[in-house]
């Protein structure tokens, strides 16, 4: 027989529940679970039990005689709507699918297949696939007349995203072109033209991409008083989860849909707003108490993942946040062991670091899954990975390919291959195809005719070859050709000949292709950083086949050890999740936080947010690495400690420092960056085989 419990409550006084709210929440978030409505702003901080409230929450008003149908709970994605109520229906023991539950997208589809006359489409409309969005665009280029062969206007990937972040911060294609695409400016006006023929189409077919989900659900309740009321007045209360990762458009939504009874509860945590490249609005959260006045602020600080001094870095790190909600996380877990900040000498040395301690925390009794690897971008796990895989050690990518898996990366070691190997086939296929009106058949002709030579990178540049080129392909050929000339001068110096490629007409097809161009350049300069160690390109070359032909597994034997693995991710890859070690990689300014933002306060303030989320990814142990010394195009550049490695005080961390033969220069002349501190008095040395640690 279940046990009834007493809760006092506004929504009907003396009402039985089955579920001991008192018992089973924290003080802090029992008021929350049991309000009794109205705006509501919940400020969850990072490992507070956020899921926990939401559910406990969903449960009290189903418990409270709320009708299912009349709660509408809003998540980011599918799974964790389902995770939601799946645990209502556990603490529950009743089905709860009454309820309007599931993404943005899931809600408004349902809206619209209701009411898609009001907007001119037909209730079957399909929704188009990135895929299939992606078709339909290229096809309005092509009805627009627009040459994309002589010129580089933008593919369909690029135009998508470009549509998709003007709906999504409400703003016209070209100030999202002026803001974050300043390349495609010469086609501005091509674009919009684009943007026109594509909604039309979309129109005319009766289709919907995932983008105007959003945009028209918004239309539908900004432009139809009947429907907004109908809903307003429909739902007694609306839950939105995440909501400091919601853009203009899906706020202006949920204001609309909680103007009828105006029970309105907002979950999210202002320090860990970081997807704004997606189009979420950070002043959503900031200023939800000015747009509701009359709204109860709740916070959840007491943290039951990590540490105490873990907890004690990340306070002090959010506490220089110029725009928040002043919170403090407050550790439910006994004291452990502190941050660990680990300057090294190079980014290899760093690679190994964190392999090795990787090694000894695994004979610790830790195994890999225990473990991850974060960083700011992609390429900065290039030879993390590389380390990993020598000495055999499992990982798994969570932020995109294996580094030497890019297609990028590809394209640029096919540049060297040909050099190396100038009857390599496929690496000729593979460059000859990245030009402009070159195809399989052409390229296969080329390499037929330059083939039957006994030099042919020479035999490329005979007229032979030019014959065959296609018209309208000349200039790109002759481009291709000017590049190999380059190449031929540099010949075993490769750092020296991938930084040639980057700059070359390469680097205008990246911009072309893809919406994330400067990060595959970085990735390029990041390969050309790991080729300075290298005397000549066989050397180089059979490093890297040596290399990626090593199975990463094997270091354990066994049942169901073999599927151990760490992670390597992104932070914004890692937000939600949680290990037991965390290393965060290149915290070096210009890294962490990302050069690209020193010029703009907003993207500053995010950049100091990314790295709250990142440290607060660990329960147990946190070890914080950043190389001295970088080898890039430009030679050895000195590397200072993030600003916010620098700003924390005395005593928060430990501080471990290496001993190796490699000498750091004293004189910095000749080194674009200085500021690097020394640290090294009062250590006691502890051996980590290869490297030789010093610990406080």
């Given at each position: 027989m279940t046990h009834k419990y007493i809760l006092k409550t506004h929504f009907n006084s003396g009402q039985k529940f089955d579920i001991n709210y008192a018992a089973e929440l924290t003080e802090e978030q029992l008021p929350v679970v049991t309000s009794i409505g109205g705006p509501m702003l919940v400020i969850a901080g990072a490992g507070s039990g956020k899921t926990r409230t939401v559910t406990y929450r969903v449960a009290y008003l189903v418990e409270s005689g709320v009708p299912l149908d009349r709660i509408l709970l809003v998540t980011f994605t599918n799974k964790t709507a389902k995770e939601m109520t799946s645990r209502v229906e556990m603490l529950l023991k009743r089905?709860?699918?009454?309820?309007?539950?599931?993404?943005?997208?899931?809600?408004?589809?349902?809206?619209?297949?209701?009411?898609?006359?009001?907007?001119?489409?037909?209730?079957?409309?399909?929704?188009?696939?990135?895929?299939?969005?992606?078709?339909?665009?290229?096809?309005?280029?092509?009805?627009?007349?627009?040459?994309?062969?002589?010129?580089?206007?933008?593919?369909?990937?690029?135009?998508?995203?470009?549509?998709?972040?003007?709906?999504?911060?409400?703003?016209?294609?070209?100030?999202?072109?002026?803001?974050?695409?300043?390349?495609?400016?010469?086609?501005?006006?091509?674009?919009?033209?684009?943007?026109?023929?594509?909604?039309?189409?979309?129109?005319?077919?009766?289709?919907?991409?995932?983008?105007?989900?959003?945009?028209?659900?918004?239309?539908?309740?900004?432009?139809?008083?009947?429907?907004?009321?109908?809903?307003?007045?429909?739902?007694?209360?609306?839950?939105?989860?995440?909501?400091?990762?919601?853009?203009?458009?899906?706020?202006?939504?949920?204001?609309?849909?909680?103007?009828?009874?105006?029970?309105?509860?907002?979950?999210?945590?202002?320090?860990?707003?970081?997807?704004?490249?997606?189009?979420?609005?950070?002043?959503?959260?900031?200023k939800f108490p000015r747009v509701y006045s009359d709204a109860k602020v709740y916070k959840l600080e007491i943290n039951h993942r990590s540490t105490p001094e873990i907890l004690a870095l990340a306070n002090q790190t959010i506490s220089q946040a110029t725009e928040k909600f002043d919170k403090e996380l407050r550790a439910r877990r006994p004291s452990g062991q502190k941050p660990v900040i680990v300057p090294l000498s190079t980014t290899q040395d760093q690679a190994s670091f964190v392999a090795q301690r990787m090694l000894e925390l695994r004979e610790e009794g830790h195994t890999l899954n225990d473990m991850a690897v974060l960083y700011r971008s992609h390429y900065q796990s290039m030879e993390i990975q590389m380390e990993l895989t020598k000495r055999g050690i499992p990982f798994e990518i969570r932020s995109g390919l294996r580094f030497f898996e890019e297609a990028h990366i590809k394209d640029v070691l096919a540049y060297l291959k040909i050099f190396h190997n100038p009857n390599d086939e496929i690496s000729w296929g593979r460059i000859?195809?990245?030009?402009?009106?070159?195809?399989?058949?052409?390229?296969?002709?080329?390499?037929?005719?330059?083939?039957?030579?006994?030099?042919?990178?020479?035999?490329?540049?005979?007229?032979?070859?030019?014959?065959?080129?296609?018209?309208?392909?000349?200039?790109?050929?002759?481009?291709?050709?000017?590049?190999?000339?380059?190449?031929?001068?540099?010949?075993?110096?490769?750092?020296?000949?991938?930084?040639?490629?980057?700059?070359?007409?390469?680097?205008?097809?990246?911009?072309?292709?893809?919406?994330?161009?400067?990060?595959?350049?970085?990735?390029?300069?990041?390969?050309?950083?790991?080729?300075?160690?290298?005397?000549d390109l066989e050397e180089m070359l059979s490093s890297l086949a040596l290399v990626s032909g090593i199975e990463s597994e094997k270091i354990v034997d066994g049942g169901e050890r073999e599927t151990e693995a760490c992670v390597l991710s992104t932070v914004h890859q890692a937000k939600g999740l949680e290990w037991k070690i965390v290393f965060v990689v290149w915290v070096a300014d210009g890294r962490f936080p990302s050069y690209l933002s020193f010029n703009n306060e907003e993207e500053m303030e995010e950049e100091r947010r990314l790295f709250y989320v990142a440290v607060t990814r660990a329960k147990d142990e946190l070890y914080l690495s950043y190389p001295l010394i970088y080898s890039g195009y430009e030679g050895e550049v000195l590397l200072k400690p993030s600003r916010y490695l620098e700003e924390l005080p005395e005593g928060l961390c430990e501080q471990w420092s290496v001993e190796e033969e490699r000498n750091i220069p004293t004189s910095t002349e000749g080194y674009r960056h200085v500021e690097v501190r020394s640290r090294d008095d009062g250590f006691e040395a502890v051996s980590l085989n290869d490297l030789d640690f010093m610990r406080r």
């Amino acid at each position: 027989m279940t046990h009834k419990y007493i809760l006092k409550t506004h929504f009907n006084s003396g009402q039985k529940f089955d579920i001991n709210y008192a018992a089973e929440l924290t003080e802090e978030q029992l008021p929350v679970v049991t309000s009794i409505g109205g705006p509501m702003l919940v400020i969850a901080g990072a490992g507070s039990g956020k899921t926990r409230t939401v559910t406990y929450r969903v449960a009290y008003l189903v418990e409270s005689g709320v009708p299912l149908d009349r709660i509408l709970l809003v998540t980011f994605t599918n799974k964790t709507a389902k995770e939601m109520t799946s645990r209502v229906e556990m603490l529950l023991k009743r089905d709860v699918k009454g309820i309007w539950g599931g993404t943005f997208h899931h809600v408004g589809n349902l809206m619209l297949r209701r009411h898609a006359a009001k907007l001119g489409f037909q209730s079957n409309y399909t929704i188009l696939d990135r895929g299939d969005a992606k078709e339909l665009i290229e096809a309005c280029v092509v009805e627009a007349n627009i040459d994309t062969k002589t010129r580089r206007f933008p593919k369909g990937d690029n135009l998508q995203t470009i549509f998709g972040l003007a709906l999504n911060k409400n703003k016209p294609i070209l100030d999202v072109i002026v803001e974050d695409y300043a390349q495609f400016e010469p086609f501005c006006e091509e674009i919009e033209g684009v943007a026109e023929l594509y909604k039309k189409r979309k129109q005319k077919n009766n289709l919907m991409d995932f983008d105007d989900l959003l945009f028209y659900w918004w239309r539908l309740l900004a432009e139809n008083a009947d429907v907004a009321r109908m809903y307003s007045e429909k739902f007694l209360h609306v839950l939105i989860d995440e909501y400091q990762d919601t853009n203009l458009i899906q706020a202006k939504i949920i204001d609309i849909l909680a103007s009828g009874h105006r029970n309105l509860m907002v979950v999210g945590d202002d320090s860990q707003s970081i997807y704004s490249f997606r189009g979420a609005h950070f002043q959503n959260i900031i200023k939800f108490p000015r747009v509701y006045s009359d709204a109860k602020v709740y916070k959840l600080e007491i943290n039951h993942r990590s540490t105490p001094e873990i907890l004690a870095l990340a306070n002090q790190t959010i506490s220089q946040a110029t725009e928040k909600f002043d919170k403090e996380l407050r550790a439910r877990r006994p004291s452990g062991q502190k941050p660990v900040i680990v300057p090294l000498s190079t980014t290899q040395d760093q690679a190994s670091f964190v392999a090795q301690r990787m090694l000894e925390l695994r004979e610790e009794g830790h195994t890999l899954n225990d473990m991850a690897v974060l960083y700011r971008s992609h390429y900065q796990s290039m030879e993390i990975q590389m380390e990993l895989t020598k000495r055999g050690i499992p990982f798994e990518i969570r932020s995109g390919l294996r580094f030497f898996e890019e297609a990028h990366i590809k394209d640029v070691l096919a540049y060297l291959k040909i050099f190396h190997n100038p009857n390599d086939e496929i690496s000729w296929g593979r460059i000859l195809k990245l030009l402009a009106r070159i195809g399989p058949r052409t390229a296969e002709k080329i390499f037929q005719i330059i083939q039957q030579t006994p030099k042919p990178v020479e035999a490329i540049f005979t007229e032979t070859v030019t014959k065959v080129i296609p018209r309208g392909g000349e200039g790109a050929f002759r481009d291709f050709l000017d590049l190999l000339k380059k190449l031929l001068a540099q010949i075993d110096q490769p750092a020296v000949m991938i930084k040639t490629i980057a700059e070359s007409s390469y680097a205008d097809y990246l911009r072309e292709q893809y919406p994330n161009y400067q990060e595959r350049l970085d990735d390029l300069e990041q390969l050309g950083s790991y080729a300075v160690q290298f005397k000549d390109l066989e050397e180089m070359l059979s490093s890297l086949a040596l290399v990626s032909g090593i199975e990463s597994e094997k270091i354990v034997d066994g049942g169901e050890r073999e599927t151990e693995a760490c992670v390597l991710s992104t932070v914004h890859q890692a937000k939600g999740l949680e290990w037991k070690i965390v290393f965060v990689v290149w915290v070096a300014d210009g890294r962490f936080p990302s050069y690209l933002s020193f010029n703009n306060e907003e993207e500053m303030e995010e950049e100091r947010r990314l790295f709250y989320v990142a440290v607060t990814r660990a329960k147990d142990e946190l070890y914080l690495s950043y190389p001295l010394i970088y080898s890039g195009y430009e030679g050895e550049v000195l590397l200072k400690p993030s600003r916010y490695l620098e700003e924390l005080p005395e005593g928060l961390c430990e501080q471990w420092s290496v001993e190796e033969e490699r000498n750091i220069p004293t004189s910095t002349e000749g080194y674009r960056h200085v500021e690097v501190r020394s640290r090294d008095d009062g250590f006691e040395a502890v051996s980590l085989n290869d490297l030789d640690f010093m610990r406080r």
